[in-house]
């Protein structure tokens, strides 16, 4: 069947830096489209980063320049490097895969606080 893990998520500090990383089993990674989403308590769930299987990259305003998404198809796995991490950027973070049917991680928890 069908797995997507994160990994990761923690405390940090304002201005700190988290790597997430989402592990795929069960599908052919290099056909999907991968992306990040959060939700925050309250919130919508919203995408945060989106890499296509081209390789082509999309960031959600509020994180433009600070967040990195990456992808390793040898591995199956995809990243969110995040930098000048702020108090807004607390969410749980869930890894999603993208292609004929959509798929969803358990997510990683993200706390951003001094």
């Known amino acids: 069947q069908v797995q997507l893990v994160e990994s990761g998520g923690g405390l940090v500090q304002p201005g700190g830096s988290l790597r997430l990383s989402c592990a795929a089993s069960g599908i052919t990674f290099r056909l999907y489209a991968m992306g990040w989403y959060r939700q925050a308590p309250g919130k919508e769930r919203e995408l945060v980063a989106q890499?296509?299987?081209?390789?082509?990259?999309i960031y959600a305003d509020s994180v433009k320049g600070r967040f990195t998404i990456s992808r390793d198809n040898a591995r199956n796995t995809v990243y969110l490097q995040m930098s000048s991490l702020k108090l807004g950027d607390t969410a749980v973070y869930y890894c999603?895969?993208?292609?004929?049917?959509?798929?969803w991680g358990q997510g990683t928890q993200v706390t951003v606080s001094s």
């Open positions: 999603n895969a993208l292609y004929a049917s959509s798929y």
């Open positions: 890499i296509t299987r081209g390789g082509t990259t």
